[in-house]
């Protein structure tokens, strides 16, 4: 008869290993480890303050010496999917890896199972990394344990610098989109007070950095269809499936202000085509969710709600055309309006839910930064790194025309 599957040696493995790993698979605590990589990260510390010029400062100097001896060693391709309980060569070469960029403490001696300390050490790493903690070598993170020790001091030089360019500009109180990282904070006196993930634009269609104030909440807002996604989309859309529109709730009017049936638009002709307005009702299929929240830019560019709650569980969070979706919206805008005065959760909350048309003036006009910084550290030495998405990194880019 086979033994179980979590029972069956694997290759080169002899009984006694094979016991062993599945008593380490048994007594793993998992979440623990889950659990403590996120507290790495989950401090009240801002990506942007002046603060994190310092503790760059100090990532820096510890990167310096140990690039200058070499840095860490390459990871290789047998590491790929390695998880809690292998017993395989290639762990030793994870180990190395892990121990080399502080995720795992140094051990005399590195032998080859991927023990409870190698999956806490993988999820650490993951949690620097903002990848989904999972504890694997999955994709994602494969790829990210093979960028070079180099071009890691090289983000952290360059991210430095644009720390120490936008750190004088902030005020007491303000809001910060971090593209490469996808996730946004509202900063009060030093301390981030939220901190929500983001969907942010994809490299086609990226979004701009820029300094501007948050002006207005538009509760259950109409969606005007840009000129650039009818272009580009919705004439593809149409041609596709007639029914697109009226499926999305979607009306088209003239100049004039007349409701126009798609029927009568030559949705193979462009230039006819663009000639109208694209305006989706207030709803659950709205693009915008149930909120928007604006700030003056020459970019059409604004924070929202999303009915694609999906997107905010990937690793990598660039699919929109410019705009940047907001999980938790509702606790955002009652930030935004704890200074109106007659605004809390629970009023956001039952607006949300009414889909009723509100628009309201923010009496606090709240600076609101879109940056990017691939690389950041932390009080307690805790460093981060993102992908250099829109290849700012790889231009050495460290100062950006705001609008």
Request: a negative charge; charged letters at 20%.
């Amino acid at each position: 008869m086979a033994l179980p599957t979590a029972l069956r040696a694997q290759e080169g493995e002899s009984l006694f290993d094979m016991f062993e790993r599945n008593r380490v698979l048994n007594d793993v605590d998992k979440g623990g480890n889950t659990s403590a990589a996120e507290a790495l990260i989950a401090t009240n510390e801002p990506i942007l303050s002046f603060d994190t010029v310092y503790n760059l400062q100090l990532a820096i100097s510890q990167y310096e010496p140990f690039v200058a001896a070499g840095g860490w060693e390459e990871i290789p391709q047998e590491a790929y999917n390695l998880t809690l309980g292998n017993a395989k060569k290639s762990v030793v070469a994870l180990k190395r890896r892990l121990i080399s960029s502080g995720d795992m403490a140094l051990v005399e001696n590195v032998n080859d199972v991927f023990d409870p300390a190698t999956d806490a050490g993988v999820r650490k790493f993951q949690a620097r990394h903002g990848l989904r903690i999972t504890g694997q070598v999955d994709e994602a993170t494969w790829y990210a344990m093979a960028v070079p020790a180099q071009q890691r001091l090289q983000q952290l030089y360059l991210n430095f610098t644009r720390v120490q360019n936008l750190a004088p500009q902030l005020s007491p109180r303000y809001v910060v989109v971090n593209i490469p990282a996808a996730t946004i904070e509202a900063v009060a006196d030093g301390m981030v007070e939220q901190r929500h993930t983001a969907v942010v634009g994809r490299v086609d269609r990226a979004t701009p950095i820029m300094a501007s104030k948050v002006s207005q909440i538009n509760f259950n807002p109409y969606w005007h269809v840009p000129k650039s996604l009818v272009e580009r989309d919705l004439t593809k859309y149409m041609l596709e499936d007639p029914e697109y529109l009226a499926k999305q709730n979607i009306h088209i009017y003239d100049g004039s202000g007349a409701e126009i049936s798609p029927a009568t638009i030559d949705w193979n002709n462009l230039g006819n085509a663009i000639n109208y307005m694209y305006r989706q009702e207030p709803g659950a299929a709205n693009s915008m969710g149930h909120c928007k929240i604006n700030f003056y830019n020459p970019f059409d560019c604004y924070l929202h709600d999303t009915p694609a709650k999906a997107l905010f569980d990937e690793n990598a969070r660039f699919h929109s055309s410019g705009c940047v979706r907001v999980e938790g919206v509702n606790q955002l805008v009652n930030w935004l309006l704890r200074d109106n005065g007659d605004w809390d959760q629970a009023k956001v909350d039952a607006q949300f839910e009414s889909n009723q048309r509100l628009d309201v003036e923010c009496k606090a006009r709240v600076p609101l930064h879109t940056t990017y910084i691939t690389a950041w550290a932390n009080r307690q030495g805790t460093v981060s790194f993102r992908d250099d998405v829109y290849k700012f990194d790889e231009q050495g880019k460290v100062t950006f025309e705001q609008g």
